[in-house]
């Protein structure tokens, strides 16, 4: 989710953010443009000029005084935002005023008709010619401030920014939150669907109807959820169907093994061999029922009830001498490594019983696949990684492994490479699925991966109980 949302999150907000820009792009040079500056000044020029013009003609140095942006008559140095008027001989009007200074200014102006801002400082100059209304040519000078009100100014663009920038975030978190909080809660349901939690659901919001919606994402999550509930319920449903029908067998089974000896006791001279196959028979699928009902039990438990520190290497110890004596039938060995370092701990938290069930059924589909005259190869080992301990039991065989894409797939129940069946290729296809589901109730989780040097490598890795107290 932190990935998506922050991608997501980028993306909105660059956006926002170049739109941002060209907008105060287009404003800055919409106002600040030279031309949109100068025309609104020498507008102003012309309309205060005429007005001072007028002003004397008709009232004299008292009607100009009275005039705004003129002077006073006593000061000799122009203030900033005053004007200053010559006659058409060129003469300043009214005035004193240093003429060294503004006759330059004069002549330019005189010879160019107008006079393009000169700035000095934070004030400027600036002047054009206006005539009366008899044609006689009078000259305006401006001795102003930078007319800094009439555009937008570099020094409040930095603020404005800022605000947008910060109202851009927020608007882009908002919309990031709405985008990814349906994907995130869905991306948490699915996970914990695939790890094996059937009961697994995405969140829906507080207040939200549970029906269905016409939001693409959170109709989404609503779909997630409908097929997770009917996919809870089929395999609820098989489970219970394997689970009965497990039960309703062990009855008939039950009569049969009691026929069987009835029929020994009556059974004609030759007859021992058929015999011999009906029990056999019998046991194999007794072995196959309590095999399903071990699975269905395990499917059905979410946690261990009472939980135990066990000793995995004292589990695999009890197992050697079953499995030892099953391997010299089969022409091979068992080898087992138990660490051999003095400060192995090698316990974990769970139930010794369903523990050495999973290691068993490991063990014995080695032991079936393993070439005649080889071992099968048991080690384990304390491991950290990422400041977790873990007990790393690994079972190595000498046979012909398995193929890339089918080992995560020998964990599934009644998955068989050998699609005939056969009894003398392996069993039922039930065992190394009740292993990976013992191995995930305690807390670890099972993998399988075939040796560089031919053989397969069953990896079971469960957590070491570090603490005392919470056995």
């Known amino acids: 989710m932190r990935s998506t949302f922050t991608k997501i999150f980028l993306s909105f907000w660059l956006t926002e953010f170049l739109i941002l820009v060209c907008t105060i792009f287009i404003l800055s040079n919409q106002f600040e443009s030279e031309e949109a500056v100068y025309t609104s000044m020498f507008g102003m020029l012309i309309s205060n000029g005429k007005l001072s013009i007028d002003a004397y003609e008709k009232g004299g140095c008292a009607a100009l005084g009275a005039v705004p ?4 008559i006593e000061e000799q140095s122009p203030p900033a935002g005053s004007a200053i008027l010559f006659d058409p001989s060129g003469k300043v009007l009214c005035q004193q005023v240093d003429e060294g200074i503004y006759r330059p200014l004069y002549n330019r102006l005189m010879k160019q008709g107008w006079l393009m801002p000169e700035r000095h400082g934070k004030t400027y100059e600036v002047g054009l010619q206006v005539k009366n209304a008899k044609g006689q040519t009078y000259a305006y000078l401006m001795r102003g401030a930078y007319p800094t009100h009439i555009y937008i100014p570099y020094r409040e663009m930095l603020p404005r920014l800022l605000i947008g920038l910060i109202i851009s975030v927020l608007v882009t978190f908002g919309i990031t939150m709405v985008i990814t909080r349906p994907i995130g809660s869905l991306r948490e349901a699915a996970r914990q669907l695939a790890a094996g939690n059937l009961r697994a659901r995405a969140k829906w919001p507080k207040g939200r109807s549970t029906t269905k919606t016409g939001d693409e994402l959170w109709g989404l999550v609503y779909d997630f959820n409908d097929m997770a509930e009917r996919l809870e319920t089929m395999v609820d449903a098989q489970m219970l169907l394997l689970r009965d029908v497990s039960h309703e067998l062990r009855s008939p089974l039950a009569r049969l093994s009691v026929a069987l000896e009835l029929a020994r006791e009556e059974a004609q001279p030759g007859m021992e061999p ?10 194999r699928l007794n072995e196959l029922i309590g095999q399903l009902l071990s699975l269905s039990h395990l499917e059905s438990t979410t946690r261990l009830p009472d939980r135990q520190r066990v000793a995995v290497r004292e589990v695999i110890r ?13 022409g091979c060995r068992v080898n087992f490594e138990d660490g051999g370092a003095t400060d192995f701990c090698g316990v974990v938290l769970g139930s010794p019983e369903l523990l050495g069930r999973a290691i068993e059924n490991v063990v014995r589909n080695a032991i079936a696949y393993t070439a005649e005259g ?18 790393v039991l690994r079972v190595r065989d000498h046979g012909p492994g398995v193929p890339e894409a089918a080992l995560q797939s020998i964990f599934r129940p009644f998955y068989r490479l050998d699609l005939s069946r056969q009894r003398s290729t392996g069993g039922y296809g039930v065992g190394l699925a009740i292993t990976e589901r013992a191995i995930r109730l305690h807390g670890g989780y099972v993998k399988a991966l075939n040796a560089s040097d031919g053989g397969l490598v069953v990896e079971m890795r469960l957590p070491v109980a570090l603490d005392p107290v919470a056995a």
């Open 374 to 391: 080889t071992s099968v190869d048991i080690a384990v080992r304390e491991e950290n990684r990422l400041g977790d301990h873990y007990v």
């Open 318 to 330: 009890d197992l050697l001498p079953d499995v030892g004596y099953e391997a010299e039938q089969r």
């Open 69 to 72: 942006n003129t002077f006073p």
């Open 274 to 283: 058929q015999l011999d196959r009906i029990e056999r028979e019998t046991g």
